[in-house]
T-cell receptor, first 112, second 114 residues
């Protein structure tokens, strides 16, 4: 069974600092990994999807890397802003059963 | 392109009742997945439908069921509601297969069971 872990559970940084969010998974047999953002009480917004054959994906200030062999992904957010405050979740789609497994998330607070 | 829509957005029920939630996927998407989100358990996978067939199922009791229609719209039903069913129910749609299978989520239905 795929287990997805996100550390730390919470993070508080001053505005302008770069954010580094970690995601690890136990089974490297994956189709893809997806990062999401969730604001309180709302649905999830897709940020980036990395296919299993890719090493990284970039979108604006966001960059996500994937090291499938070691079961790790990192989301980098450059020059953080108060609007980046949210919970960030990673999800892994297993190639064995095609299920999407989520981590518990990292709650980020960017202080103005 | 319109996003994933879910109705209703909020629902209050009492124990023992049943409830039906609806999800309309992004146009062209053939896969719909349902998730339950609670503060204690996080996001848990309920089931996935693809072209009207249940493709995958999570570890939930038989009180939770779903279906998908020919237009890809999906409904989820919970019978004999329990207090522990109070949660945010999220629906996600995607094209349906392969490495490019990006999930897009709706705003959720907040269910409160009294």
């Amino acid at each position: 069974k795929q287990e997805v872990t996100q550390i730390p559970a919470a993070l508080s940084v001053p505005e302008g600092e770069n954010l580094v969010l970690n995601c690890s998974f136990t089974d490297s047999a994956i189709y893809n990994l997806q990062w999401f953002r969730q604001d309180p009480g709302k649905g999830l917004t897709s940020l980036l999807l990395i296919q299993s054959s890719q090493r990284e994906q970039t979108s604006g200030r966001l960059n996500a890397s994937l090291d499938k062999s070691s079961g790790r992904s990192t989301l980098y957010i450059a020059a953080s802003q108060p609007g980046d405050s949210a919970t960030y979740l990673c999800a892994v789609r297993s190639s064995n059963d095609y299920k999407l497994s989520f981590g518990a998330g990292t709650t980020v607070t960017v202080r103005a | 392109k319109a996003g994933v829509t879910q109705t209703p957005r909020y629902l209050i029920k009492t124990r023992g009742q049943q409830v039906t939630l609806s999800c309309s996927p992004i146009s062209g998407h053939r896969s719909v997945s349902w998730y339950q989100q609670t503060p204690g358990q996080g996001l848990q996978f309920l089931f996935e439908y693809f072209s009207e067939t249940q493709r995958n199922k999570g570890n939930f009791p038989g009180r939770f069921s779903g279906r998908q229609f020919s237009n890809s719209r999906s409904e989820m039903n919970v019978s004999t509601l329990e207090l522990g069913d109070s949660a945010l129910y999220l629906c996600a749609s995607s094209l349906g297969s392969g490495e490019h299978n990006e999930q897009f989520f709706g705003p959720g239905t907040r269910l409160t069971v009294l």
